[in-house]
């Protein structure tokens, strides 16, 4: 339960800050998102991981460190405190959204950057929260916000830069998204995550 409740406070605020970031229209909004990330991980990495996405928890699964009981609940944690954090966001910053639209002539790069810095988000996390080259390092969360402020800054503008599908469902839930683009940050995100956990374990073959 400690760990559940963990996921839920770290995935709450993630969220709420990406929401009202961009709802507000904040000019620094990656990097509230990468500072607020790079926080929470600090502050809960060593009871939960930090997960915080259902896509790195799936990778910390296929690379064979979360059990098929413990996806699932982190994964439908992540997913409440999303939901949650949307509504909250949306009742705190009450203005008319405008962000993480994607046009349809765009579908196939917004799932591809998303696809793409969601392995780099996943990726990062497996090596330096999970990689026993790292025991007990200090600078895991760092390095996670920071893959997050970088994936921002660069494709913020194409994708809207979910890079989480706990963030993806959460900007629907917020009216910043349609649903016809819904499908992007669950089917992307999660394959990004999968892939991140297939490709650690192939480079870490003794890393069990």
């Not at 982190?74 to 966001?89: D, E, K, R």
């Not at 916000?145 to 890079?163: E, M, R």
Request: charged share 10%.
């Amino acid at each position: 339960m400690r760990r559940y409740a963990t996921e839920f406070i770290g995935t709450f605020f993630l969220v709420f800050t990406v929401c009202a970031a961009s709802l507000g229209g904040a000019i620094l909004a990656p990097l509230a998102i990468g500072a607020v990330l790079a926080a929470m991980v600090f502050a809960g990495g060593h009871i939960s991981g930090g997960h915080y996405n259902p896509a790195v928890s799936l990778a910390a699964f296929v690379r064979g460190r979360l059990s098929v009981v413990d996806l699932a609940f982190y994964t439908a944690t992540q997913l409440a405190a999303g939901i949650i954090a949307a509504f909250t966001a949306r009742y705190v910053v009450n203005v008319n959204p405008d962000r993480f639209t994607i046009a349809n002539a765009d579908l196939l790069p917004a799932f591809l950057a998303e696809l793409l810095l969601t392995f780099a988000l996943a990726y990062v996390v497996l090596n330096v929260a999970t990689s026993k080259d790292h025991p007990n390092n200090s600078f895991y969360g760092l390095a996670v916000g920071l893959t997050v402020l970088a994936g921002a800054v660069a494709v913020g503008g194409i994708s809207g830069g979910a890079f989480n599908p706990a963030v993806g469902l959460a900007v629907v839930v917020a009216s910043m998204a349609t649903f016809n683009t819904l499908w992007i940050y669950l089917v992307a995100t999660l394959a990004g995550g999968a892939a991140a956990g297939l490709v650690f374990r192939l480079l870490n073959p003794d890393d069990n």
